[in-house]
C-alpha cells in the first residue's frame, strides 16, 4: 500500500466478513502527519487483490466517564467475534501508556461502537 510511507504495518488480522469479502486490520507505524493512526485496514473480493481503505483505530481511547487516555501504542489487534463468528463486536490490542511504565504493554478490550 503506497499510502503507508515508510514505516510499514505489522501484526495483521485477517477475517471474513458474514457476506465472505476478506478484511485485514493492523498495527500501522506510519504517521501521516503528525497523527500516528495505530492501526489500518483493507478489504479485499477475492483474497489477492487488496484495497487500502486507510484508518481502523487511533491511540485515543474515551472511557464512560468521558475522560481521555492516548496511549502510546496499539499494537497486535485483533477481533472477538459475535455467536455468528462473523460480526465483529470488540477490538482487543497490546497497550503501552509509556512514561513511568516503560515498555510494558497491557491487554485492552474496546466494545465496538452499535455492538
Known amino acids: 500500500f503506497p499510502q503507508l510511507m515508510g514505516g510499514g504495518t505489522e501484526d495483521q488480522f485477517l477475517y471474513r466478513d ?55 501504542r496499539r499494537e497486535r489487534p485483533h477481533f472477538i467475534f459475535a455467536q455468528d463468528k462473523c460480526t465483529p463486536i470488540a477490538l482487543t490490542n497490546a497497550v503501552d501508556y509509556g512514561g513511568s511504565n516503560g515498555d510494558a504493554s497491557y491487554a485492552f478490550v474496546h466494545k465496538l461502537m452499535g455492538k
Not at 498495527?27 to 484508518?55: A, L
Open 18 to 72: 458474514c457476506d465472505g469479502g476478506y478484511h485485514a486490520i493492523w498495527n500501522n507505524q506510519s504517521p501521516i502527519g503528525d497523527v500516528n493512526i495505530c492501526g489500518g485496514h483493507s478489504y479485499s473480493v477475492d483474497g489477492i487483490n487488496w484495497v487500502y481503505t486507510g484508518f481502523a483505530f487511533g491511540p485515543n481511547v474515551t472511557w464512560t466517564d468521558g475522560s481521555i487516555t492516548t496511549f502510546l
